[in-house]
């Protein structure tokens, strides 16, 4: 379902990112790498405790929250969402160059259908510090 006033809120860029694993000859795995899947707007806030939040499942590591519409792709607690921390001109493109923006790295650990019908994804994330 599209809906254009809540594409006007979401706005933040962010890139939706995968976790990669690879397996050498002993089968031993390596830290996973992330690659950047899609392109995604995002409305992005820093997250307030509430009773029902527990239902998201990690929620007491959870620094801040994410409202996605639903035609978004989807995400998945393990995944990484980098928003970006300031947009300008520079950043309309949708793949990674040199001069990337500063970006902010969050682990998605839970994602809920916030209304249930599809509209949007409500998606808990911890803040990546590296």
Same mark, same amino acid.
């Given at each position: ?6 594409? #006007?809120? &979401? ?8 976790? =990669?694993?690879?397996?050498? +000859? $002993?089968?031993?795995? *390596? ?36 409202? #996605?519409? &639903? ?8 995944? =990484?969402?980098?928003?970006? +921390? $300031?947009?300008?001109? *520079? ?40």
């Amino acid at each position: 379902m599209r809906d254009p006033n809540f594409e #006007v809120l &979401g706005s933040r860029k962010a890139y939706l990112e995968k976790p =990669v694993v690879v397996t050498d +000859a $002993e089968r031993g795995v *390596s830290s996973p790498t992330f690659e950047r899947v899609a392109t995604v707007r995002a409305v992005v806030q820093p997250l307030v405790a509430s009773s029902s939040a527990g239902l998201l499942g990690r929620f007491p590591e959870g620094t801040d929250v994410a409202y #996605v519409a &639903g035609t978004e792709p989807v995400m998945e607690p393990g995944d =990484v969402l980098a928003v970006v +921390a $300031e947009e300008s001109e *520079s950043t309309e493109d949708d793949e990674a160059t040199e001069g990337d923006p500063e970006l902010a790295r969050h682990e998605v650990l839970g994602v809920a259908d916030e209304a249930g019908l599809g509209h949007h994804r409500k998606v808990v994330m911890r803040r990546m510090w590296v």
